[in-house]
Nanobody
Framework: VQLQASGGGLVQAGGSLRLTCTAS????????MTWFRQAPGKEREFVGS????????YYADSVKGRFTISRDNWANAVYLQLDSLEPEDTAVYYC????????????????????WGRGTQVTVSG
């Protein structure tokens, strides 16, 4: 059971990145998938989530309108499109698998996720 995140990098303010998280070892379409981020000296925070069906998305207020989460259940992948990036978006971004299958809605709490990718660094220069 594994999640592998990629796509981070260094970008100027106003730029874009696309993060990819590929899954293996479990039945990906059954799980809500979520991106969190953690900046230096700060707690891990919820960024965006997509339900197992792929028809509902949830975002933190700080990224709403700038970030877009999507998934491809055939490719066992979840994506996070980051647009209009700001220096405050600088963090390590993690993808995570819900602890339960077929959740109604989503969970904003890291404790409800049991499988985590290793993280990918996003740095936005101002």
């Amino acid at each position: 059971v594994q999640l592998q995140a990629s796509g981070g990098g260094l970008v100027q303010a106003g730029g874009s990145l696309r993060l990819t998280c590929t899954a293996s070892g479990f039945t990906f379409p059954l799980y809500t998938m979520t991106w969190f981020r953690q900046a230096p000296g700060k707690e891990r925070e919820f960024v965006g989530s997509i339900n197992w069906r792929g028809n509902s998305q949830y975002y933190a207020d700080s990224v709403k309108g700038r970030f877009t989460i999507s998934r491809d259940n055939w490719a066992n992948a979840v994506y996070l499109q980051l647009d209009s990036l700001e220096p405050e978006d600088t963090a390590v971004y993690y993808c995570a698998r819900d602890r339960i299958t077929q959740r109604s809605g989503t969970s904003y709490m890291p404790n409800n996720y049991d499988i985590w990718g290793r993280g990918t660094q996003v740095t936005v220069s101002g």
